[in-house]
């Protein structure tokens, strides 16, 4: 099958490298080998090859553990979707409205604001909402669910919380 030099290394979703003897590398080796044949699979790039998604037709697709192929555009569209989930559940469990001025609308418009600075691990934002569940919840809970107007006035120490 793959004669690959041993200390080559492959790229994995995170940007950091794997060995080449872990298992699951190899076996997704030995996938990507076979779809090779009919793609054009850039040589020494084996993390992602072109592939037919039944959505997005021809796609960038990459390899995800367990040897299989995921289209790049349909795992992108997961992540927004998964995210919005969880804001929406998020914003559900902490009463689903502005504390302040009870607006609840748009969810878009809800933002959590952390009562004290000093306990701010993270933002809520779309990226601090790829963390797991309960990281997630035992962030927010260090927070007040207020709406984008009423959040520029706290900031703005207009209203005080
Ligand atoms: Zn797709
Ligand atoms: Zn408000």
Not at 21 to 30: A, F, M, Q, T, V
């Amino acid at each position: 099958m793959f004669d690959l030099p041993s200390d080559r290394k492959l790229p994995t979703r995170q940007g950091v490298t794997l060995p080449l003897s872990y298992p699951g590398i190899l076996k997704n080796l030995e996938i990507i080998h076979t779809f090779s044949a009919q793609t054009n699979l850039t040589p020494g790039y084996t993390a992602q090859m072109m592939k037919v998604c039944k959505t997005h037709g021809q796609t960038k697709h990459l390899l995800r553990p367990g040897g299989f192929l995921r289209c790049g555009k349909c795992a992108s569209v997961w992540v927004i979707r998964h995210r919005q989930k969880k804001k929406q559940r998020l914003v559900e469990t902490f009463g689903g409205k502005c504390s302040v001025c009870g607006y609840k609308k748009y969810i878009g418009a809800l933002d959590f604001h952390h009562k004290n600075p000093k306990t701010k691990g993270f933002s809520l934002s779309v990226r601090g909402l790829s963390y797991s569940w309960d990281t997630v919840l035992n962030e927010a809970a260090k927070c007040i669910l207020v709406c984008e107007n009423c959040h520029s006035e706290i900031e703005a120490g207009i209203t005080k919380v």
